[in-house]
């Protein structure tokens, strides 16, 4: 967008500047490079001027005024620094000390700290105040982060973190005066608000008064400035997140977002919980060494070369003895695109498998044979549309255990531009940025999505009749043998008036209905997609959430089976099975429970792999290895390189899958980075 506004001349400290006519002091006095110190500004968040720290002399005028919130005139005349100044600044300094109990010593932000930093810009030596505390209480009962009221400083960028970015409204000022502190909803503990642990008050905060509680600890031994920053984007949910890292001495030390008001993502550069925490959490004990089981069950450390070929000669030793077709693979879809084709190429090609999979392939199939058996390719829109539609309808259940994060962007948007967004579901939990919510037995979900597309029909061919839509299409007799209640009948309306009144709407598909084995459900959504979709788009506005964050990229590879062996027969010959930390959940028990030999490649010894194991080959995290992700929607993918460098003596997972391939005669592919282009087609 053209910038249309104009520029006035002004002075600051004796240098006369030309800037855009409504820019603040403070955004004139950076663009020029003039430091002016704050401690209540950041940039991603609105002007707030509570610090006072930012004061400036405009004209000689005896009183002095926060630059963040004062806009430039022309010829005006600003002193950045000067003796009254900064007496003014020392002052305030010292009183935010001696308000609350600021020990450096003992603070995990010590020497990563604004205030701190600004108290030794000024000089600060001592107080020529009194001390005048009081005891605040401290908030631990997040396993994420901790918060100690005694270090805070009342600036008020949490709030407006969680109120601007966040969406969540959870942070506000509680009591008045010298008791004034931050609270969580009614005062609530952390625990047990409304909090989605997001974490970013916890990275706008100035000084430790919120703090990681994972790795406190580690930022003793290294500061922000002696860390290596790494840029790059989180996989976790296929949303692909901009990240920075913070590496010090091999250790993950932080993980922030991108904060920007002007970056071009729906989230402003906000990271969830997966994001910003789940890394640093271990979801069992690192695998550091093979180990093979015994026939008397104990477990024993191997060398790479005989746990590898133990694995190989079992899996040779079963096709021999079963068939060809007795062997299965099964592999996560967190995995990099790389790894996914090279266990492909090994399994197939090398080992002749009679079955291939994803931990999530039953969503895909589901997806598949909903298009049309295939015949219709799976296309989607860019889910950065959740930031542009006018109304949105989610269909199945609630994104926050798939991508938490797309809560935080409806949220935000209904606060903001009253976004309205509907719901149906056969489950009861209603997040709170929905509008209208609609209750129906999951066998009644197809019946309901129909009478939804003829009501919606109806009101858009005779929206224009007299200026205005008109009465039902006549489907609440559809609705009368569902099962569902008087208000789901009223907010069956009112979604179908806000889809035919949408100028933009979008149709979002959950986990909980690509899961189902119900493909008039499936085929109930997508209709009403195409059919609110203007001619024009080659892609329909639906948005098809996937269950992990490189599962649109497991699928693209063609790892997914496109059928289910028998039951009679399924995972019960030699298994192997490939994973990552994301997504090695009991969830699979059932799947290979009946494996006669189990051999796993996996960067943590999970409790119930240890029972049902043969083989357990350790690997490198998603962290440790280089990668192409796939994005949610199919439509970018992005190549990362590994952040920290795997345990010593733990292969690569390519070194790992080609020792293999020798055994076998097989070569595996060399490529690695650009082993992908940009893809543009569809998924199947």
Same mark, same amino acid.
């Given at each position: ?147 100690? /009221?005694?270090? #805070?400083?009342? *600036? $008020?960028? +949490?709030?407006?973190? @969680?109120?601007?970015? =966040?969406?969540?409204?959870? !942070? ?19 625990? /047990?608000?409304? #909090?989605?642990? *997001? $974490?970013? +008050?916890?990275?706008? @905060?100035?000084?430790? =008064?919120?703090?990681?509680? !994972? ?25 692909? *997140? ?380 998603w962290l440790e290895a280089d990668g192409t992700y796939m994005s949610l929607d199919g439509l970018e993918q992005l190549f990362r390189k590994k952040t920290i460098a795997p345990p010593e003596g733990v292969w690569a997972t390519r070194e790992i899958l080609s020792a293999m391939g020798e055994q076998i005669d097989l070569k595996v592919s060399s490529k690695q980075e650009g082993l992908f282009k940009k893809r543009s087609d569809p998924l199947v």
């Open positions: 967008m053209e910038n249309t506004s104009t520029p006035v001349n002004i002075t600051i400290n004796g240098r006369e500047l030309k800037v855009d006519e409504g820019t603040s002091i403070l955004q004139a006095a950076r663009q020029h490079g003039i430091y002016i110190p704050t401690l209540c500004h950041h940039e991603a968040l609105s002007d707030y001027g509570g610090c006072r720290l930012c004061v400036v002399e405009i004209d000689g005028a005896p009183k002095l005024s926060a630059s963040c919130v004062t806009p430039v005139r022309s010829g005006m005349t600003v002193v950045t620094e000067n003796e009254r100044i900064t007496e003014s600044r020392r002052t305030i300094v010292e009183f935010l000390f001696a308000e609350r109990n600021h020990n450096c010593m003992f603070c995990p932000r010590s020497g990563n700290c604004e205030l701190q930093r600004l108290a030794y810009e000024l000089k600060m030596d001592h107080l020529t105040v009194s001390f005048s505390y009081k005891k605040f209480p401290s908030d631990i009962t997040s396993p994420y982060m901790a918060m100690d /009221h005694n270090r #805070c400083i009342l *600036c $008020g960028r +949490c709030v407006r973190a @969680c109120t601007e970015i =966040a969406g969540s409204h959870v !942070l506000a000022f509680h009591h008045r005066g010298p008791k004034t502190m931050i609270g969580m909803d009614l005062q609530e503990e952390r625990s /047990h608000s409304t #909090c989605l642990n *997001c $974490g970013v +008050c916890l990275q706008v @905060c100035p000084t430790g =008064a919120i703090y990681n509680r !994972l790795r406190s600890h580690y930022f003793v031994k290294g500061r922000e400035h002696v860390c290596e920053k790494i840029t790059t984007f989180c996989p976790l949910c296929g949303l692909m *997140c901009p990240t920075d890292l913070l590496i010090s001495n091999n250790q993950l030390i932080q993980v922030d977002g991108h904060l920007s008001r002007a970056n071009g993502q729906p989230n402003q550069g906000q990271l969830c919980c997966k994001g910003r925490f789940q890394v640093f959490r271990s979801p069992a004990g690192r695998l550091l060494h093979p180990l093979v089981r015994k026939e008397d069950g104990d477990w024993v450390v191997a060398n790479w070369q005989e746990a590898l070929f133990l694995t190989v000669e079992k899996m040779k030793a079963i096709q021999v003895q079963k068939g060809e077709k007795a062997l299965f693979g099964l592999a996560s879809p967190m995995l990099p695109m790389e790894e996914l084709i090279l266990f492909r190429e090994l399994m197939e090609k090398g080992l002749n498998a009679g079955y291939l999979d994803t931990f999530d392939g039953q969503h895909f199939r589901n997806l598949k044979g909903t298009f049309y058996g295939g015949a219709i390719p799976i296309r989607e829109t860019s889910w950065k549309q959740v930031g542009k539609s006018d109304f949105i309808l989610i269909a199945g259940g609630n994104p926050e255990t798939s991508q938490p994060l797309l809560q935080s962007i409806f949220r935000r948007r209904f606060m903001e531009t009253e976004l309205r967004t509907g719901l149906i579901s056969s489950l009861d939990d209603v997040p709170s940025f929905v509008t209208d919510f609609i209750h129906v037995p999951s066998n009644h979900l197809a019946e309901l999505l129909r009478a939804l597309l003829a009501e919606v029909d109806h009101l858009c061919k005779k929206e224009k009749q007299a200026g205005k839509t008109i009465g039902s299409s006549g489907s609440f007799p559809l609705l009368a043998g569902m099962g569902i209640s008087r208000d789901a009948k009223s907010a069956f309306t009112s979604i179908a008036r806000s889809i035919a009144e949408a100028e933009n709407p979008l149709v979002i598909v959950d986990t909980s209905l690509t899961g189902m084995a119900d493909s008039n459900s499936l085929n109930g959504v997508i209709d009403l997609a195409r059919r609110i979709t203007p001619s024009s788009k080659s892609e329909p506005n639906l948005l098809i959430l996937k269950p992990e964050g490189n599962s649109a990229g497991a699928w693209k590879t063609g790892m997914v089976a496109q059928k289910v062996p028998d039951q009679a027969d399924c995972l019960k010959g030699g298994l192997l099975l490939m994973g990552d930390e994301s997504s090695m959940g009991e969830d699979i028990l059932a799947r290979i429970h009946a494996a006669e030999f189990l051999a796993v490649i996996t960067p943590y010894a999970h409790k119930f792999l240890m029972d049902r194991a043969h083989v357990l080959i350790p690997k490198p995290t």
